[in-house]
Structure formats: C-alpha cells, structure tokens
C-alpha cells in the first residue's frame, strides 16, 4: 500500500475571500474528519498534494498528516477542481485506521 506524509496548518480562517488569499500563498485549503473528533480546517501546500495525489494510487494513497504534533492516517473523499485550470480548490481528508480494525 502506498503511503505519502504532509504537513498541515491548522486555524485557517473560513470562507471564500480566506480561501483564496491561501490559494495564492500556494497552499490548499482542506479539512480533516472521521470518527471521534471534530472536523478541523486545514492548511496543506499545493505542491506536496498534487505529488501525493500523482503516485500509482491516485486518489486511493493513505496519507499520513502531521498536524501539529499529532499524526493521522488519512484518505482523500472529496476533492473539488477548478473547471478550467484543474488546480485543487478544497479537499477533504478522511481519518482511516490502517490497521482495519
């Protein structure tokens, strides 16, 4: 199974205007979900994603996100495009337990 690490800003501000003076800094705005946490509004560079992203797994790679000082096992769910463009706009990442259990 192919496995890619990123790192992660947390307290991004929300919303349309926020989100692209991110996006013009070269980072992607995200956020991070699953079982037995809050959903948290991320920051990750859009050169490390696109690279993650271009592995033989494609959508499917488990990336392992450092925010902060803790890591999560994550998969991409929803990843949104711009029409024209195709640059990453916003991507969800969903916590997985690697381990199946």
Known sequence: MSEVTLRAETGRTTGTRPSRRLRRTGRVPAILYGPGADAVSIAVDARELRNALSTEAGLNVVIRLQVGNDT????????QRHPTKDDILHLDFVKIDPTGS
């Open 72 to 79: 999560h096992s994550t998969q991409a769910r929803e990843l």
